[in-house]
């Protein structure tokens, strides 16, 4: 019989954890990749499968990824259409975050040969972004000149 730790294992939940940003007076990307989502369909009972990308651009509080993690995993064993879950996630997060930005992209696995992909934003009223900043490209260099 194998000991039981002394930290017991983590367990799903519905609460998202906040810290301060560290750099509220820069936009910057914070993107977070979810490629083990899984609920199921509310009418079948059958497993969905999703890749979830999260692209925010902070205000105040950043999302701790420990309690984001125990978030994903609290939707395991719940039925859910794939735009309401993503949806909700989406203002979830808003709801403790109040980010100046956030898209959610839901990326779901193939369920009666479709597949389906859901996007979700959310934009701080008064908040413009920055313009976007477009740097040439370089070709790639093998440090081998002329060879």
Known sequence: MREVPPN???????DILVFPNPNPERDY?????????T??????????FAHF???????ELC???????????????EGAFHEKVTNKILDDI??????RFIRITAKWYVRGGI????????????WTPAPRVDLPA???ESGMLGA
């Open 63 to 77: 999302v701790e990824l420990k309690s984001l993690k125990m978030y994903f995993w609290s939707y395991r064993n």
């Open 115 to 126: 597949y389906t992909n859901v996007v979700a934003e959310h934009r701080k009223p008064g």
């Open 8 to 14: 017991p294992p983590s367990k799903p939940s519905k």
């Open 39 to 48: 609920c199921h369909c509310p009418l079948t009972g059958q497993p969905d």
């Open 94 to 99: 808003v709801k403790v975050t109040d980010p």
């Open 29 to 37: 990307v914070i993107q977070f990749q979810v490629p083990e989502f």
């Open 138 to 140: 370089h070709g790639f």
């Open 53 to 59: 990308t999260i692209d925010m651009i902070a205000d």
